[in-house]
């Protein structure tokens, strides 16, 4: 019953959202991500055909991705409140398996009246590294780098709480971001951002992240709204860490006329140290199914996207995530990406994936529309 | 650990303020007041404000002549200028609404948010054209909901925005409000003159039909009592068919309407299909100051698009 409220709700602010936008009501956007998925593996070692049996409770995460599902449809509304707050919030209706949760994933208003700093409160997508305060539908690939999955699991680290951003008076764009959220536990982020034009259509940019789990919380929070099942029998797959560092670099050149462009993005994660407590969050990726969570993990990221015409992409994406002592590789995943943006408002995206887990290949192919309704969608840089 | 980088950060933050506060309260009674900065959206519009500041002000645009407004990305180095600047002069009916929203939320600065002093939208002072009546669907291409916001190819309108220009810079600095008041009325006095000339050039030219690649000359065709044969785009922002080119062509050869005119940031594709299949030549034309290296202001911009219409002729 619940449910069917929410999705009315959800139905009549769509229906709102695609009425005639007017100066005053606020930019209201509908994101909708339609994905097909084929996933293949060569024949399972003998140690993992074991595994599988020995490990059927474990119920959501043995159940195939394939198939033909909703990854997300994001309803987004945005507007100033007065000149002094602007504010924002998301919601997201998903698809785990056979279920549909939705979400408020993002309600937070932000200060417009102190030079140079930014108040926020509510509930947020923290910054760390390039990844995790994006939307589903401006990810550079179809999911999310396997690293943030692991860490953060299907809704990326995101919680309640404050943040103040401070824009720095240096010649270059420099800013210093400390965010505090309550998710699943109590975390701490300091984000410092970097960016300098080197001409005028290339710029370089370093992000340094460190977050840090302030507080463990015994009985872990949760944030679905509504879900039809209970997703918290999830067994825990997500790293319970306690520090984390994040260093990225991007590299990006684009024409004056957004005909051709490129970037260059590597990301470098480390993670130490390991809570006590269960967590609850499910993640996202068929990968990680056979992987288990670590004291320390490491793990090194890069990929490059060329748009090659107007309308057309080419992206390809390498990731490593070495074991707690540095030795071996425990995961590597490579992945290249074709897509077609007809506008602004419309994406076709084919993404090719080979994942090897320990001394498994397996590969995947996924087909992802990304439809942009309501309000101009903004070029993000 | 926390506690560290938490009391390093302070320390950060209290330095950079008081390096902030210390520059912003430089200037005392004896030494000149520091000139305001001012931001445009487009190089037009940096144009504009310049003929009414002269050397008096700081002006600087975020588009460059030769991009197309319509497409920027909210580069931080923007965040940074508009975090400097004392007014932000905009375009508006959502020309620049793919980017300069995340500008001006990434600005940090009170001063050019939406409402404050210094914030101003010039196509709150003009009429607009083609405002839908209907709901707006993207299906008939990237719409501008509020109206084609291409209304400063018309000198008229240009007046009008030049004038909310005057007035806003007068009331930022006061002690230069009659210096102002002085360049508008002279550039209003000079345009118009203008404008009758122009008028005359393409009445004499005799072409009375256009044909364009956007929406861009809307308001300049209507303004010189110019028709529009048809636009070579399929829908705004949709690039033409194969399909959509013959039936231009067609349509073209049917009232005879050779005058094609684009800016000059077009692709120049179905330029050469024109070529190739009826021999018609296609204008390449600035319609933002700085767009061609002969349109340097807004008077030589406005005559360059005559001259072409004048070229269309001579053919
Ligand atoms: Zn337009």
Redesign the interface.
Known sequence: MKLLNSLILFLLTVNYALAVPTKTNPDISLNILLLGQKSFQDKPSEKESHKGSAHSHEGHQHQSTDGVSVQEVELYFKSNIDPYWTGNISLGLAQHGSHFDLDLETAYIDSLFIPNFTLRAGKFYTFFGRHNDLHSHYYPFIDPPLINQKLFGFHGLNGVGASIAYLSPLPWYSEAVIQTIKEEHYRGILFLKNLWDLTDQSTLELDLTYARTIKELSKPNSFSLVSINNITNYINQIDLWKDLYNLSLTWKWQDGNNINSAVWTTELVYSNGKLSKQSTKPPRGLALKNLKPTKNAASLNSYIQFQLLKNWWLQGRAEVILDSKWKQIELQKYSTLLAWTATEYSAVRLQYDMIKINADWSYAIALQTNMSLGAHPAHLY | ??KN??LS?AL??TV??S??DS?SKKPSDSTPKKKLYILTSTNTLRSLSQEIAGALLKIESLT?G???PH???????Y??KA?KADLLIINGL?LE???L??II?GS???KI????QGYLDTSDFITALSV?TT??D?FFG?IH??GNPHFLLDPIRAIQAVKAISNKLAELDPNNKTQYIKNQEMFEKKLLKKTTEWEQRIKKSGVKKIVSYHSSFEYFLDRFDLKLTGLIEEKP??PPSSKHILHIVKKIKQEQSFCVLTAS?Y?TKWAKKLKQMANILVQPTAIEVGAVETATNYILLIEGIVQSIESCKAK
């Open positions: 650990m926390l980088i938490l950060l950060l933050v950079a303020v390096y902030s520059h460059k030769k991009q197309d497409y920027l990305s909210a580069k931080p180095s965040m940074l975090n959502d609404v793919g980017w929203p995340n939320a940090k600065n009170p948010q939406k409402g404050k839908p709901k707006v993207r990237d909901p509020f922002g949709i940031w692709q």
